[in-house]
Structures are given as structure tokens and as C-alpha cells.
């Protein structure tokens, strides 16, 4: 084991159970299989061979019941946003979301048309924003290295804030 | 190029002889009522056009006109159908000639803000109640700049 | 998002009296039966979020056990617009939203629309610029065919060939970024002409991944899923579309050609450099899954031949021919089509001498193709309608527009 390396043989780590959870979590980033438009097949490379998502722990699954990581892949419109709503709600905490390309971020070339939402933030919460139209395979990776960062820098927050609790 | 004559000959025996066929720059088009549409389709058919390959309507600011598009692959010939029709008019389904019409009639009726005549499922096919406005219609705006800014 | 609650649709409940014969099968009531064993039909909603859908396809079945009773196809999940927005954007800017219509083969969507423009404006295209918007065609044409047939085996249940493609689709991107600049939404081709000339580097890779391709690739494609019993078992004689069928319909493509109707637009029509190029139109005879799957894996060996023949041939000369910078077709209309991946792909556009189009509609194929699942799927077993679906390979973008 590589903690035994760090800290000798046989050795004890104190962590608190947040971190370990959220160590885990973040190296298990299970998104669900839902692409809307053009970017899903940007984000069906990165799955692929060249790219491989899987030495990250990210992979895909069908159900929103299995997944922690929602990847909102094109527009989304006003017939699409319930559907979304609906698959955001069945997935189980915690749960994250990436608004891939530009119409997921802000509508796009499509924002003009009184049809398409601009933004998913409208209708579901997002943690990471990745712009481009579409994103290449390595701008989702990149978006997923931020959420990794971004969830050990929340459970450090929430650590933090624990211990300043029990000081009081 | 489909025969002008032949079609004008076919189409004024089947006693539709107000229809004006003509070729122009898209090809040979035929311009009729919306009411006789129907039949002028039928009349094609039996001409041996036998694949409606498109239909879709256009706003020209007066009104608004539904184009044909039909195919004879024996014949390897195009020719189009046009129609006048007011805002809010009715339009007649070509379906029981030509099924492939099902689906592009629904997505004209809703996006020109028509309504169906003759169709088994004469519901909206692309949007939802939530987009009122016919979206097609030049009058539809789309968003503006100010719309779409998103400063927050 | 409350006003929105009602975009659940009415369902088709099958129960009443006959209906004209002449109705897709899905439209039609189905009477039931005082004798037979009283059974209760179960609305089953198959999408929009489901693997095997490719997007947002929403499908509606009525299922009496596990057969499918009624279908009904609900569009529109990604209705964005571009017909729309097309008549606020000037001609050099729709090529933007066009790409990004059926944005597994972006190329020939713009070539539709550059050709009607060219037709309305009597625009001369030099040789050079017709034989790369062919090149072009073909390969993407090629990696379209590649996705396809990578989600077809993944909905019957293999999951190698998508892996597969995966792999190779990499590889054509890769040269495609060389010539275009772009993986996908490529913009490549402009009103008279392409946007950049072929790189001696592209051409390069181009001719290595067409080796690898035709020594390696094919061959396993073939192993992987032609020879695999279970995949013929499931293809074969599953959802047969019959000569009349697939004309009334208006099918055009792979799906026309697989039941025995010979027509393609690059033959019928030429367009580009396929006047001057001699190829084979592959068709099928039955009309089943089998038979488009075999066509359009004959197209892929196809397209990778002409890409070699249009590589080799390729004429000097200008690529651009002189247009002006603001484009202002003259009042009229015109069409143009293109054989894309899917079937005849049209743009037809209106002008009144301004310079932005009056309408601009697009002709997609898969939506006229996808309309036949309310004729075919109604007696097949609910295992095979992902099969038929991916059968005839639809791309929601064009679908929705």
C-alpha cells in the first residue's frame, strides 16, 4: 500500500470519516449516460480508448439511481427541462452537476430561440461549467479534475467548520 | 423536368383546370388553392409521384404558403405543390395519399399556428403548452440582446 | 418550472372500433376480443433519457405483455430552433447552426445549404473545391456510419464494436482536425468554394488510416458482428419495411436501399465530384434490420474506396471560387440536396433579394425516416425495438432542428 510507504508499516492514520467518504467519492465519479445533443459525442470519446475516463474511477452508467455525477451534454429546451428536473431528483445524494458546452452554460447559438433555456442553472444546480462548442474529450476531463478539487476543498470547508463547533 | 403539359392535361381532367402549372427557377411548380391541394396531390399520385418528400409551410409577411414536395422514383422527376393560406387557416391532410405527411403536418399546424383538418392525431409534435406563440410566424419574436445577457 | 407540468403528452389507448387501413399501425385502435383472456395493456415511456434512443427520442408503447401493441414517437426534446433562427442570422452565419443540425456529419449539411445558395447566385465551383467537398463527404460519412454501427451492436447487447470505433473514430477525427480545423463542427464548407486547401500532413494520414482501415479495421468490424450468430439472430427478419412501405413514408438512404429501392442522390443527382467518379450503390432486397445493416457496412468500404479515388484524382487549382463578401442571393427559391449519412438531406431556401433568407427549411432524413416506427414496431417483441430504432439510425439534432 502506498499509505504504508508514507507512514511505515503497520501504521495508524487518523482522518476524519468525511474526508476518507469524500476521498473515496471523488475517485468514483459515476456519471449517467444522458446526452442531450452534439456534446454527448464529445463526451462518448473521452469514454473511449484514446481518452479513457476510466483511470480517473469515472464511468457511465444507464440509471440516474446509480449515478453521483450528472453530465448535462446540449441544449436543453422547455419540454427537455422536466425530464431534466425529474432525472436530477432521482439521482441520490451527493450529487453533482457539469454543464458541458456552451447551450448547458448559457443556451448557446441556440440562446435567441424563445424555446431553448438559457442555462441549465435555471433548473438544476451546476458545479462546474465547461465552455466550448463543443468541449473536446480534454476539456471534460478537465472539468471533471475540477470537481475532484472542488469536492475535497468542500469537505475540508465543512472539517473545518466542524472543528470551529467544537471548540465552541 | 417532369412535362409541364402532360401534368397540366392530367391535372384539368381531373376537373382541377384553375391549378396554373408552370416551370420556375425551383422547377415545375404548381400553384393551387388550399382547398384543392388535396386532390392535386391525388392527381399527381396517380401520375406516378408516388413519395411526398417534403412538406413545410413559409410566412411571406401576407400570408402564408404550404409547399409540397413530391418524387417520382420510377420517373426520376421532381415537382412542387404550393398552396395560399390565411393566418389561422385550416389545413387538409394529405395522409391517407401519402403517410409520410403525418408528421410535417403536425410540425406546421404548430409552428405556423394552423389548424389540422382530417388528421388521426392532430396534437402538437415539437413543443409543449408552455410555448404559446406559433414560432414560426414572422410576428414570434426571437430574444434580444438584453434577453439573453446573463450579468448575474 | 411549474408551467410546465404538462409536457407529459395524452397517450394512445387502444380500445373502440377499426380505422382506416391505410393509417400507420400505431395509430390504429385495435379492437380486443370478448373471448379472448382479458389482459390489461401497459403504457411503457421508452426515453428521452435511455441509452438506446441516441439522444432524446421519446417513444411511447402500448405493450400486451412483451409485445408491442401501439408506438408513438414524441419529438422535440431538442427543438432549438434553427429554421428560426436561420431567417435572423445572414447566409455566411447559418453555416454555424447547420453543423450543429446533424452533427455526426456537419459536412454535408453545409454542402447542402452552400449548393442551394450557389444554384440561386449561378456561383462557379472550381474543380479542386468539388473534389475536397467530396473527400470530405466521404469521410465523414464513413465516421457517422462508424457511431452508428458502434450504438447499433451496444442496443443488441455487444459492447466491443463500440469500443472499436471508439478507437477509430479518433483517428478519422484526427485528420479531420488536420484539414478543417474542428473535430465536429467543422464550417468547412463556404458558398463557393471550401474554407482551407488539403495539407500534404493531412493527406498523409489520411492515406495511413485508410490502410489500417481496409487491412485491419473492416475485417474486424466484420468479425465482431457479422459473423456473431447472436447478432444475426437478433437482425434478421426484424422490422421488415417493404418496397411501398418505405416509399410512402418518404424513407430515403440506407433505409430505402435496404428495401431493394436503388435510389441515391449522389448517382441520381450528382453533386460535387460524383459525376466524375465511378462507385457501387449497395441495396438490400427484404427491408430488414439485417439487410440496412449490410448496406451501410457496404458503404462504409464504400466511402473509404472513394476517399483513395478522390485523394489520388484530386485536380490543382483555386478552392474558392470569387463571391462577393455579403452574400444577396436574387428573390426566388431554390433546393438542393445532398446524400448524407442518413438519407436525402435538403435545404431549401426562400430569398428576397435581402441578406437573410425569408425561410430556410431543412429537409432531415431521419425524421422522415424515423416516422415509419408507427408503422413497423407494432408486433415485435419489446427486446426489438431498440433494434429497429437503431436500425435506422436517427440524430436528434436533425430530427428536432
Redesign the interface.
Known sequence: MALDRLTGENSVVFTRSEQLLDLARRHSLWY???????C???M??A????YDFDRFGIFHR?S?RQSDVMIVA??V???????L?T?YEQMPEPKWVLAMGA?AC??G????????I??VDE?VPVDVYIPG??P?PEALQNGFLELQKAIKRRAEERVDAGRGEDRG | MPDVAKIAADLERAGLGAVQVAEEGLGVVCRADTSDAPRVLEALKADGFEMLLDLFGADTGEGLVVTYHMRSISLDEDVYVTADLAYGGTLASVWTSYPSALYPERETAELFGLSLEGHPNPKRLLTTDAVEEPLLLKSTAVRTHEEVRRDG | MAEHDDVREPVLIAEGASAPAGLPKGLRRVPRGVDEFATEHLIVNMGPQHPSTHGVLHVLLELDGEEVVAAEASLGYLHRGLEKLSEHRRYHQIGTLLDRADYLSGVHTELAFARALESMMEIEVPARARWLRSLLCEITRLSSHLVWMGTFGMDIGAMAPFLYILRDRDAVLDVLEEITGARMMFNYVRPGGVLYDITPKAEQMMLEFLDRFESTYLPEYHDLLTGNEIFRARVRDIGVIDRDTAVAFGLTGACLRGSGVAWDVRKERPYAAYGELDFDIPSGSKGDCWDRYMVRMEEIRVAGGLARDLLDGMPEGPYMAKVPKVLRPPEGEAYASVESPRGELGVHVVSDGSDKPTRMRLRPPSYFNLAVIDEILPGHMIADVVAVIGSIDIVLGEIDR
Do not use: Q
Open positions: 449517467l449516460m444522458f446526452g442531450i445533443a452534439c454527448a459525442i464529445e462518448m470519446h469514454g473511449g480508448p484514446k444507464g440516474p446540449g441544449t429546451n422547455k419540454k427537455m427541462a422536466v425530464s428536473k432525472l447551450c448559457t443556451g447559438p441556440f440562446r435567441d430561440y424563445p424555446n431553448v438559457l442555462g433548473i462548442c463543443p473536446r
